[in-house]
């Protein structure tokens, strides 16, 4: 097929996908994401499955054929406040992490592994500590409103938040961007969206970090989305119709 001759400045690039390597959770084709891009005139399209890099080989083979750069990257899990004395552990929050050299692939498998390795419980993070000392030759990206600055700014805590904003930017010097999102459903953005953006901003201005927008793309296409809400159901043990919450995504979260 002939595709689109990509822009030499294109106006945006995907920078958060999650293919069907990330289990129970994403729905984009390995095979099908760089002609997507193709598809769209993007130059290049990054792949971040949850706690994975399984397909970073077999993407970036697909992606080449087609003429599209592939970024390879992953989102983790980070415990991203240290223990306190008497409170239950934070939940962890996800971050985007993409390879800038081979030495952050490299760095980048290290944490992967982290991720799995010596959680007594069997959870699968990687801590501040660990993603400091392997963050050479990477990009981070803050992870959006569910991600550790959302969830403080969300939760009041703004100087939890710019305390934890400023040790990023010193573990990744000129390689962290402040990540916003918008999911647009009826009556406007979802809560997290909306209430997490402004501050957001705010912050990135304070600390002078650079500002960069994703769209967190599950799966290919808007008219998939039910598919994908039943397959949120299979891994949750839920039902799509229960009264209680549950995790839902929007018709959104597909390859704009």
Known sequence: PVYPRPSAEPRFIHLRVHS??????????????PKLAAEAGMPAVA?????????AL?????????GVQPLIGCQLDLCYLDPEPGRPPYRP???VLLCQSEAGWANLMKLSSCAYLGHADGSVQVSLAELEKHAGGLICLTGGPDGPLGRLLQGGQRPKAE?????????F?????????????????PEAERLTEGPSIALAYALDLPLVATNDVHFPDELLYEAHDALLCIAEGAYMDQAEPRRRLTPQHCFK
């Open 58 to 66: 077999e993407f970036s083979d697909y992606a080449v054929k087609v």
């Open 93 to 95: 929050a996800p971050v």
């Open 163 to 171: 305390a934890w904003l400023a040790r990023m930017a010193a573990a």
């Open 47 to 55: 792949l971040t499955d949850t706690n994975a890099c399984f397909a």
């Open 20 to 33: 069907e390597h990330s289990l129970l959770e994403g729905a984009v084709p390995v095979k099908q994401l």
């Open 173 to 189: 010097p000129g390689r962290l961007y402040v990540e916003l999102q918008r999911h647009p459903v009826e009556g406007g953005l």
